[in-house]
């Protein structure tokens, strides 16, 4: 069978999709980038959020038109949605064939099965999604793992990768359906994690970017005091990886030994991903999260004692109930006694399932959305004063490809800039034929252009063949 894919969603997905792209293509079938080409479609859905799920029915429902009027004969969905509303997709999108949800990844290659007609009902307009129901009652919780074994084919550019060292979460943030959809919290073993990175490396991925619910509770679920440390030092000795890159840590378990090991490392990047959610305690207390706005200062006072240089970034959730003015001004001053290098700002989703469900949502959509507003914006005047004082610095610059902004202009990104997330440099002054994707050169922040960096080769490399 000729199979697409649509992956949505977070990179932990984005590894789910390629374990079955990888899974699928061991089995026999062919894959395809082109929809209207594909004789199986598969959509992997995020359920995170409202927009999340909506931007999941409109897929879901594009590939039903296509099923109706093209060369797809079968359509499978998968992930959080599919966990989340397994009896409800089926029953309200007919053309739908197989469900699928978070733990039963596996389970693709029977899926995927031999064309068959297409059930009987009616397509669902496209201008309309469906009303879904509260979530079903909850049923085995996930427990799936892959390993290094596991057949996966790589959906990112070649030279960088996510790797997924855990799945799942024990944490009980009232915001979150992440432990219902994912399962409990299950660390792989450092043995796996090291083959497969040392697999990717293999095949020229040269900046790899670990991932899990929460990073640094890696072990933990396992009783191995200290694992996260133990895994960057042996990681930091995989011959090929130049930047090792650890994304979702949590403020309550960033010890000292594992910045200490990033410190220490060649090649794990001084970039630390903190979401922190608020920095009101009043706030955070509802939230169910852990910590305070003072306890958050220190933790980066300690980061930046430990790790100079380090780049920060985390993000906010605005809007969340009960939320006032004077917590949304604390959020700002908060941005402005921390300075941060790169956030991310959310609306409060008011989710079925979580405990915050049980809340009145009481900020008002447009409220939500000013207020999100006005922090960015409040951030990107920071970031801007910042920049300047990086003019004339030297950095090392890994090259991701052309810059769809002009034909004579790179992207690249230096070791403070996480790929899809955060900003990206441009290089200029330089011949695009001399440089490749995956290639590291050494360039001068020349200036800025809001969030983004202006860089210039410091050296021509020879043209690449």
Not at 104 to 122: K, Q, T
Not at 197 to 209: I, M, P
Not at 450 to 460: F, I, K, N, S, T
């Amino acid at each position: 069978m000729k199979v697409g894919l649509i992956s949505l969603g977070c990179p932990k997905n984005l590894v789910d999709s390629e374990v079955m792209l990888g899974l699928a293509r061991e089995a026999g079938h062919q894959l395809t980038r082109d929809a209207a080409d594909a004789e199986v479609l598969v959509v992997n859905t995020c359920a995170f959020i409202d927009a999340a799920k909506q931007e999941s029915i409109d897929t879901i429902l594009e590939m039903a038109e296509l099923k109706k009027t093209g060369r797809c004969t079968r359509l499978v969905v998968t992930g959080c949605m599919a966990e989340r509303y397994r009896e409800e997709l089926a029953a309200q999108i007919p053309e739908i064939d197989v469900v699928l949800g978070t733990g039963e990844v596996p389970g693709i290659v029977s899926a995927l099965g031999v064309a068959a007609p297409a059930p009987g009902g009616r397509l669902l307009p496209m201008a309309s999604a469906p009303a879904l129901p509260p979530p079903s009652p909850a049923r085995d919780r996930p427990t799936y793992l892959y390993d290094a074994d596991t057949p996966r084919l790589l959906a990112t550019p070649r030279h960088y990768a996510y790797l997924k060292v855990a799945d799942g979460c024990d944490y009980a943030c009232a915001f979150c359906i992440i432990p219902t959809l994912r399962g409990p919290y299950r660390s792989r073993p450092a043995d796996s994690i090291v083959r497969e990175a040392e697999r990717l490396a293999g095949t020229g991925v040269r900046e790899l970017l670990l991932i899990s619910q929460d990073t640094t509770f890696y072990g933990i679920d396992r009783g191995e005091r200290g694992a996260l440390a133990s895994l960057l030092r042996r990681l930091d000795r995989v011959e090929g990886l130049e930047w090792i890159r650890l994304l979702y840590l949590y403020p309550t378990t960033i010890g000292d030994d594992v910045l200490d090991a990033i410190g220490e490392s060649r090649h794990v990047c001084r970039y630390i991903d903190l979401p922190l959610q608020h920095a009101s305690d009043r706030v955070l207390a509802r939230m169910k999260r852990p910590g305070t706005r003072a306890s958050y200062e220190r933790l980066l006072d300690r980061i930046r004692t430990r790790l100079p240089g380090a780049a920060l970034r985390t993000t906010f959730i605005v809007g969340f109930p009960g939320e006032t003015e004077d917590d949304v001004a604390g959020l700002h001053a908060f941005l402005d006694a921390v300075h941060f290098d790169h956030v991310g700002v959310f609306t409060y989703s008011h989710e079925e399932g979580t405990s915050a469900h049980t809340l009145a949502d009481d900020v008002a959509a447009t409220v939500k959305a000013g207020r999100r507003r006005r922090l960015m914006a409040h951030q990107k005047r920071i970031v801007r004063t910042a920049r300047k004082r990086l003019v004339g610095e030297h950095v090392r610059v890994l090259v991701d490809g052309p810059s769809e902004e002009h034909e004579l202009v790179l992207r690249g990104r230096t070791a403070a800039q996480a790929p899809e997330i955060d900003s990206v440099s441009y290089l200029t002054d330089c011949d695009p034929s001399a440089l490749r994707p995956g290639q590291f050169i050494d360039a001068e922040i020349t200036g800025s252009r809001d969030y983004d960096l202006l860089v210039r080769p410091l050296a021509v490399p020879e043209p690449v063949c």
